[in-house]
Antibody, heavy 125, light 107 residues
Framework: EVQLVESGGGLVKPGGSLRLSCAASGFTFTSNGMSWVRQAPGKGLEWVSTISSTSSHIYYADSVKGRFTISRDNAKNSLYLQMNSLRAEDTAVYHC??????????????????WGQGTTVTVSS | DIQMTQSPSSLSASVGDRVIITCRAS??????LNWYQHKPGKAPKLLIF???SLQSGVPSRFSGSGSGTDFTLTISSLQPEDFATYYCQLSYITPQTFGGGTKVEIK
């Protein structure tokens, strides 16, 4: 079964740090880019960061650039999100997601086709 | 950055109704548009990629259309399990912005 399981969430004070993990199983982890997406309480989905299959390309939302670091360990089938200088507005459920590529009409398309249930991060004093 | 605007933000519908959700991009994005379904406490689910391609395993009552700046998600006959929040998403181009969401509620 294809599965993504997040862990590492919790309660942290403003300015603190947290490291999220995402364990992948049931597919060839090295074949896919991976992303983090979050949902703040009462809000919609927000893309956070994406890393390519070999870690050669990394992208961040402006809201987390310079504070968050995405990484992966292909030997361990794991994705990570190191979150530093946390703010109250970072409070959210964080989902990891698999990026899959399709070729349609000779064009490349991407989508997040497998998601984890999420891990909750609460930033509060 | 490209902005994605969904409408309506919420709607009430009955089982069997035809539901149409729209998504507008602030500039042309070709067909780099995905649609997701999200239920509380669950993992989001990819429904449509490339604006109109149905993801494997998704019921055929879901369909997507559009290109450039205007897109639609149609549910041809709403089923009880379809009550959820739906999001469009710009793909391929970063930031991969999501629309604000459309909550589909029971009438």
């Amino acid at each position: 079964e294809v599965q993504l399981v997040e862990s590492g969430g919790g309660l942290v004070k403003p300015g603190g740090s947290l490291r999220l993990s995402c364990a992948a199983s049931g597919f060839t982890f090295t074949s896919n880019g991976m992303s983090w997406v979050r949902q703040a309480p009462g809000k919609g989905l927000e893309w956070v960061s994406t890393i390519s299959s070999t870690s050669s390309h990394i992208y961040y939302a402006d809201s987390v650039k310079g504070r968050f670091t995405i990484s992966r360990d292909n030997a361990k089938n794991s994705l990570y999100l190191q979150m530093n200088s946390l703010r109250a507005e970072d409070t959210a459920v964080y989902h990891c997601a698999r990026e899959t590529e399709w070729i349609e009409y000779s064009m490349y398309y991407y989508g997040m086709d497998v998601w984890g249930q999420g891990t909750t991060v609460t930033v509060s004093s | 950055d490209i902005q994605m605007t969904q409408s309506p933000s919420s709607l009430s519908a009955s089982v069997g109704d035809r539901v149409i959700i729209t998504c507008r991009a602030s500039q042309s994005i070709s067909t780099y548009l995905n649609w997701y379904q999200h239920k509380p406490g669950k993992a989001p689910k990819l429904l449509i990629f490339a604006a109109s391609s149905l993801q494997s395993g998704v019921p055929s009552r879901f369909s997507g259309s559009g290109s450039g700046t205007d897109f639609t998600l149609t549910i041809s006959s709403l089923q009880p399990e379809d009550f959820a929040t739906y999001y469009c998403q710009l793909s391929y181009i970063t930031p991969q912005t999501f629309g604000g969401g459309t909550k589909v509620e029971i009438k």
